[in-house]
């Protein structure tokens, strides 16, 4: 059963410091996905990762995949306030139909 | 294009009612899910569809029935509503590769409370 842990699940950060979130998962999967969620909204896709060594980056967020020691990292650089909000990992289902698996999901709060 | 469209955007039902959630999407995407959002649990999948005239259980399907008699649309049912419903919901589409260009497309949400 692929299960999907996310931690920490509260990160409270200063701005201009740097910070990890991490995403274990169980069993193998081909693709982790990233998605930021603003309270009261929706989600949104930030990054995909399809290979081992992955990493794709925007602004001041990296994301990286390691499909061995089954793990992604997102990287927050330098944080600002507009960074707050929840980010969720989400690991595909091996066997199809593009089903997801989601974390708890990060509730970052950057503060000055 | 709208993308994926859900309705109603906010509910209150009393225990024991019965409502539809509709989900319309206009970007011919074959796949259709429906998760709920819990606070500290993340998304859990409920159910989903691979194309028209099909429906499939997901993680947490018990008290839902779904239908998708049209491509665009994914109806999920709740016939006889429990406090423990009380969630919001998303619907989600996408194509039947998902790959660095494809994902998912996600509505802006239902907010469900069940008194």
């Known amino acids: 059963e692929l299960k999907v842990e996310q931690n920490p699940l509260f990160l409270s950060m200063q701005e201009g410091k740097n910070y990890t979130i991490y995403c274990n998962y169980s069993?193998?999967?081909?693709?982790l996905y990233w998605y930021r969620q603003d309270p009261g909204k929706s989600l949104e896709s930030l990054f995909v990762l399809l290979s081992n060594g992955a990493v794709k980056q925007e602004g001041r967020l990296m994301a990286s995949l390691d499909t061995k020691a089954r793990l992604s990292t997102l990287h927050i650089t330098a944080a600002v306030h507009d960074l707050s909000a929840t980010y969720f990992c989400a690991v595909g289902y091996s066997g199809g139909y593009n089903k997801l698996i989601f974390g708890a999901g990060t509730r970052l709060a950057v503060h000055p | 294009n709208a993308g994926v469209t859900q309705t109603p955007k906010f509910r209150v039902l009393k225990t024991g009612q019965s409502m539809t959630l509709l989900c319309a999407q206009d970007?011919?995407?074959?796949?259709m899910y429906w998760y709920r959002q819990d606070p500290g649990m993340g998304l859990r999948l409920i159910h989903y569809?691979?194309?028209?005239?099909?429906?499939a259980k997901g993680e947490v399907p018990d008290g839902y029935n779904v239908s998708r008699l049209k491509k665009q649309n994914f109806l999920l049912g709740l016939e006889s509503a429990a406090p423990s419903q009380t969630s919001v919901y998303f619907c989600a589409s996408s194509y039947p590769t998902l790959g660095a260009n494809y994902g998912y497309t996600f509505g802006s949400g239902t907010r469900l409370t069940v008194v």
């Open positions: 970007m011919n995407h074959e796949y």
């Open positions: 069993t193998t999967s081909d693709r």
């Open positions: 569809s691979v194309g028209e005239g099909t429906t």
